[in-house]
């Protein structure tokens, strides 16, 4: 299979682990990926202005005829809303005017929907199975927003990768309430109140881990973990990873490759504990 | 009066689509809100506010620099209204107006993600950050600490990643705004 892949700009900073395992786990899986040439910024969450915020897609989606695939749930919400804007005339009229290359439709993936789909079952490619791992499903907001993929309020889609690596989802009833993100460069305090609620409540649940589909989502649960709970005076300390490093791990890859000494909560003992794991049963 | 009243509800349902006129008060927007707690007036609120045509009070508040655009409201609405839209709607309007110098900082922030947009085709995590912080130095402290976190990782990126189609993304936002 032969996907168009649109890295996004945090690839080259705070989300470079995200890009990495998604590379490494999609050449795991003969998932070929051909990088968008030339491709922009999608506007994540700061571009008020709806048609800016769809031409700026727009001219992402017109360089290629292959489905497009984006690891972040924030430039696959942007990629789709336009797609959806754009099929109204008017819009794809404005649009087109502007463009060098003239969009007409695309389809757009995440790689946690990709990843899904290629693996099977009692995947034999998974020589890592993640036996008794108890794993927090974290969605964030935009991965199902808007509507057309799964649930926008009961998902699925991560319990059932979780499960296929033979790993356990427990039951976190925060998986889909936004991480507070968005507003954490000038709202600092009303972002890492809801960032520590979620963090609170998936280790309540007994979860060893947490992932993510969003590299946003990531920056506030793992990255600002320390700061919150230094603010917070409380421990947490459960590492975050992403969904394409959680596959990679079961898959047998490296921790270099998906970037799992980038994380700021360490996920190299859980990696350990999973190999113990398996050589007990064995 | 009534005019500039008509004038601002046409410029939000041009903006955000006319079907927010058809808001029936329910409140299941707000009861959606993650940062509900945090705002004064209520998305709902705010859509009356649009509603009754106070131009004023529905451009300058709190509320709208604490959606976290997570759509909750938009999937949930029974009216199919986008409510975050709206809040879009009104940033773009307040960031337009004569009185955009006295927004928040949220709205400095928005302006330099979107002029990094403008000259580079993408953003630059580092320079939009330090940017950000030349005019508004309160978020100094939260951002160090960011910075130091992401720094010995690699994962601040140090140079400006600038596309080659510049141009044609300057046209799009300076054009379709």
Redesign the interface.
């Known amino acids: 299979m032969k996907l168009a892949y649109y890295p996004g700009c945090v690839s080259a900073s705070t989300g470079k682990e995200m890009d990495a395992s998604t590379r490494a786990v999609c050449a795991a899986l003969s998932i070929e990926l051909e990088e968008l040439d030339d491709w922009n910024c999608c506007g994540a969450t700061h571009v008020s202005n709806e048609l800016v915020a769809t031409g700026l897609s727009a001219r992402n989606m017109a360089m290629t005829d292959l489905p497009i695939m984006t690891a972040c749930s924030i430039c696959y919400s942007n990629l789709r809303s336009a797609a959806e804007r754009l099929r109204e005339a008017e819009t794809l009229d404005k649009v087109n005017a502007l463009l060098d290359k003239k969009y007409s439709g695309a389809t757009i993936r995440h790689a946690l929907d990709v990843i899904l789909e290629a693996l099977a079952e009692k995947d034999e490619r998974i020589v890592l199975p993640l036996r008794d791992l108890k794993v927090a499903p974290y969605y964030g907001c935009l991965l199902t927003r808007p509507r057309g993929v799964d649930s926008p309020e009961f998902p699925t889609l991560i319990e059932k990768l979780i499960r296929r690596l033979s790993a356990q989802p427990v039951d976190f009833p925060f998986k889909t309430l936004c991480c507070g993100g968005p507003i954490f460069m000038p709202r600092q305090e009303a972002a890492e109140e809801i960032a520590f609620k979620i963090l609170s409540e998936a280790k309540r649940a007994g979860a060893e881990v947490i992932v993510t589909v969003c590299p946003l989502c990531h920056l506030m649960l793992d990255a600002k973990q320390k700061a919150i709970e230094q603010r917070r005076g409380e421990q947490i300390g459960i590492p975050v990873l992403y969904v394409t490093q959680l596959a990679g791990i079961a898959l047998g890859l490296g921790p270099e490759e998906l970037g799992l000494f980038m994380n700021s909560v360490s996920p190299l003992p859980l990696v350990e504990k999973a190999y113990e794991r398996m050589t007990e049963t064995e | 009066m009534t005019a500039i009243m008509d004038e601002f509800k046409a410029e939000v349902s041009r903006?955000?689509g006319e079907e927010f006129l058809t808001c029936i008060q329910c409140g299941t927007c707000s009861a959606s809100c993650?940062?509900a707690s945090?705002m004064d007036p209520s998305i709902r609120g705010l859509i009356k506010l649009c509603l009754e045509g106070k131009r004023e009070q529905a451009l300058h508040n709190e509320t709208l620099?604490?959606?976290?655009?997570?759509?909750?409201c938009?999937?949930r609405c029974p009216r199919g209204i986008r409510p975050k839209?709206v809040v879009?709607?009104l940033?773009?309007i307040a960031?337009r107006g004569e009185a955009a110098k006295s927004l928040?900082?949220?709205a400095a922030?928005?302006r330099l993600?979107?002029k990094?947009?403008g000259d580079y085709?993408?953003?630059?995590?580092?320079s939009l950050?330090g940017e950000?912080l030349l005019a508004?130095p309160q978020?100094m402290v939260?951002s160090m600490?960011?910075g130091l976190?992401?720094f010995p990782?690699?994962?601040?990126?140090l140079?400006i990643?600038r596309?080659?189609?510049r141009d044609?993304?300057k046209?799009?936002?300076e054009?379709?705004?």
């Open positions: 903006l955000a993650p940062t945090l620099w604490l959606c976290t655009s997570c759509l909750l938009t999937v839209a879009s709607a940033k773009e960031e928040p900082a949220d922030y928005e993600f979107l990094q947009i085709g993408r953003i630059a995590e580092l950050t950000f508004y978020g939260q600490q960011v976190e992401l990782r690699g994962k601040i990126g140079e990643d596309i080659e189609g044609e993304v046209r799009l936002i054009e379709l705004r």
